[in-house]
Structure formats: C-alpha cells, structure tokens
C-alpha cells in the first residue's frame, strides 16, 4: 500500500456527508469524521436536533471504521454569525446565514481545526460542488509511494483553485460556498463533485446507511426550527412597532411589531385585511413598512444593485474585468434561481454595480449577489444598494410628462 493522505470530513448527520466519507475510505485516504456543533440547542428547548444528528453521524464512522471526533463552535457562531446577522436585520437588511456559517465557522475554524490540530493534508464536505484541483488531480489517490512532500508541495502552486458547479445542477452548492476563502478552497475536497443527489441516495442505501437516508432533508435554518420568522427574531430584539404604508397612495393600513421582522417581497400580515399585500420597501428611519397590492408590484421590480466590497474566489477580480472595468457574465441572489444575464461594472473600491438584463422581483439588501461566468461560480458580493424600482422610474416619467405639459406657451 503506497502512502495514504490523511482527510478530515465534516460530518453532519446526513445523507450527503456520509457518502462523502464513504467515497473518501473507498479511495484509499485516512478519513477522520468530525461533528461539528454551532448553535446550543438547550437555548431553544430542544428546536436543533444536534445530539441525534451526532449519533448518526458517530455510527455511519463506526460503519467504516474510521476516526471520530467532535468540535463546539458554539461561541464562535455566536459571536461571527449570529450577532451580525441581528446587526444586518436591525439595519433593514435580509441576511443569508448559510453562506456567513460556511465563511467564518465550516472554511475558517473548522478548516483550521481540521489542518493545524488534526493535521489534516485536506478537508472535505458534502457539498455539491467541483474545484479546479479536482480537475487536476490533485486530491487522487495513488498507490505508489510518492516523496513524502509532495502533497504539501502541490499546495504552494500560485496559480488560483477555481469553484465550479457540481454535476447535479439541481443540487448546485457553489452559491452557498462564494465566500469562503481561497486558502481553505485550496485545501478542501468535494466527493460528491460528480454526483448526482439519486445516486448519493443510492450509494447510502447499499452502504447500510438506511438511519441517515429516513432523515429529512434539512430544509432552512435550524435554530428557528418550527417558529414562525417573527416569532423568533422578537426573542432577541425589541419590538419596534410603525406603520405598513401603501406604496400607491400613502394610506396607512396597519400596524407592524418591525421592519426587521419581515423581508423585502413576502406577504405582510396585516390586521383586518383579507387580500394579499406585499412588502416591498422599508424605511428604518421613520420604522414605515412599505407594501403594494400584486405579487409583482413594479416596486418590487429592479435591474441595478450595488455591493460591498466584492469577494473573488480566485482572490483577484478577472483580468478582462480588471482591464475594461466591465464584464459580462450571470447573477442570482437566491439558491437555485434561474441565472440571469449581467453587466458588471467594478469600482475603485472594489464594489461593483450590477447591471440585470432584466427587472428582478425582491432583489434585497444584505442578500449575497453570486456571480458566475460558465460553470465557473466567481465569488459574491453582499447587496448593499438598490437601483429605483419600475414603480419609482414609472411615476418619474409622469411627472417628467405633467410638467412638460404644463409648460405655457410662448407669447407671440
């Protein structure tokens, strides 16, 4: 047996992570599977099923005789995660816990805890999603001694690990995967690359691992767990009542307990009234919540958003990018919506414009915009700025026609 790379997989309890250490023990690596905990569920009368998903995850190691541990991130999740996640709600931004969870806890702490204290030579996760070195080869197996360097030594290549859509675009991880940095993506396996979700269920099945395929797929944010969203956040701050104002006409038609309670294009819960009106602007500053009649009210309606500072995955923008300071490529803001065409401007501090090929419903504030050209997922952007919504163009241009209307007649 030539040399064997130690590997460190993220366990979670599910279907997905557990075909990943199965594939990792079947190509020949050194597998230890870690549990990791990130959210006291004893908080939360018992809404995480973290101790169950750690059993599970225990047996599917004890199946294949592999290495077990489990790490806290408890207070780190805490204090990188969840505490600027009610900062952004209180600013009247949406944000995406999943993509912050992977940035700072799974590619960071994990990913430091998997190379430094298990001294790991990679980590891997069960997300769908294909690097570069992949690609490469890399990360394969060889049963013929190699110099006990070498695998370190692939590492120092300069050139950028590149993140690409996994096989099953349906299962497409790589939007929740477009900050992590480029040191833990240079380092990062995902054996499930080339997969598609049946066969993971069909691998598990034959595996003997029938307790974590009965599981349900873990649907939205664990913490909340069953509790309506308002529910929930008025736990940790305090309710600040205002008003929800139409957007046609400025009648006020109801009360709200925040505007960090509800996000831009959901249904608002407003008292006494039967038909459906919607969210679609918020003002922290007077607390007034914004809604129109239609589902896609044209204040709901956007094709412009600016970011914060871009994220690059391969750490430098694109070279075209660089050098025009525009760039074509596709967008999304939400998991799994259809990609849409954009123009991308960069700007001297590093945020970009961007530019849709046509109006969005909901683009949101404090969501993360996905870039990506091909297969190729470039990086993300936190959303920061909104363009004027066809509402808002729609009653400029009204206005624009009543005062040149308006406009007397030179005398002759």
Do not use: P
């Given at each position: 047996?030539?040399?064997?790379?130690?590997?460190?997989?993220?366990?979670?309890?599910?279907?997905?992570?557990?075909?990943?250490?199965?594939?990792?023990?079947?190509?020949?690596?050194?597998?230890?599977?870690?549990?990791?905990?990130?959210?006291?569920?004893?908080?939360?009368?018992?809404?995480?099923?973290?101790?169950?998903?750690?059993?599970?995850?225990?047996?599917?190691?004890?199946?294949?005789?592999?290495?077990?541990?489990?790490?806290?991130?408890?207070?780190?999740?805490?204090?990188?995660?969840?505490s600027k996640l009610l900062k952004e709600y209180e600013m009247g931004r949406t944000p995406n816990p999943d993509i912050l969870c992977n940035k700072h806890i799974k590619f960071k702490h994990f990913h430091q805890y998997a190379v430094n204290t298990l001294d790991a030579d990679a980590m891997a996760t069960g997300h769908y999603a294909r690097t570069s070195q992949e690609d490469e080869d890399i990360f394969q197996q060889k049963h013929v001694a190699p110099r006990t360097t070498l695998f370190r030594d692939r590492f120092e290549i300069t050139n950028p690990v590149r993140l690409y859509k996994g096989a099953d675009l349906m299962k497409d991880q790589t939007f929740f995967l477009s900050q992590i940095s480029q040191d833990a993506l240079r380092r990062t396996m995902f054996p499930l690359a080339g997969l598609t979700k049946d066969f993971v269920k069909k691998m598990a099945a034959e595996a003997g691992f029938h307790h974590v395929l009965k599981k349900k797929e873990s649907m939205g944010i664990c913490f909340i767990g069953e509790r309506k969203f308002e529910e929930f956040i008025l736990e940790y701050l305090e309710p600040k009542p205002g008003n929800f104002v139409s957007i046609e006409d400025g009648e006020i038609m109801g009360q709200h307990k925040g505007w960090f309670t509800m996000t831009l294009g959901q249904r608002a819960r407003i008292g006494g009234r039967r038909e459906a009106w919607f969210v679609v602007d918020k003002d922290i500053t007077t607390g007034d919540v914004f809604v129109g009649p239609t589902t896609n009210h044209s204040a709901l309606l956007r094709d412009t958003v600016r970011t914060d500072r871009f994220h690059w995955l391969a750490v430098d923008p694109p070279p075209g990018l660089i050098r025009t300071k525009m760039m074509e490529c596709h967008f999304r803001f939400i998991h799994q919506m259809p990609l849409v065409p954009c123009t991308v401007t960069l700007n001297m501090d590093g945020t970009v414009w961007i530019m849709l090929s046509q109006p969005i419903r909901a683009l949101t504030p404090g969501q993360f915009a996905v870039l990506y050209k091909g297969d190729e997922c470039l990086g993300s952007g936190k959303i920061m700025r909104l363009g004027p919504s066809e509402h808002t163009l729609q009653r400029g241009r009204e206005r624009m026609m009543a005062a040149t209307q308006k406009t007397p007649e030179p005398a002759s």
């Open positions: 047996m030539g040399f064997i790379r130690h590997v460190v997989c993220a366990m979670s309890g599910g279907v997905d992570s557990s075909v990943a250490a199965l594939l990792l023990k079947r190509r020949g690596y050194n597998v230890t599977g870690v549990f990791m905990k990130n959210w006291d569920s004893l908080d939360e009368k018992g809404v995480c099923t973290s101790d169950k998903d750690c059993e599970d995850a225990y047996r599917v190691c004890q199946s294949l005789d592999i290495a077990f541990h489990q790490v806290s991130y408890i207070k780190e999740y805490w204090h990188e995660v969840f």
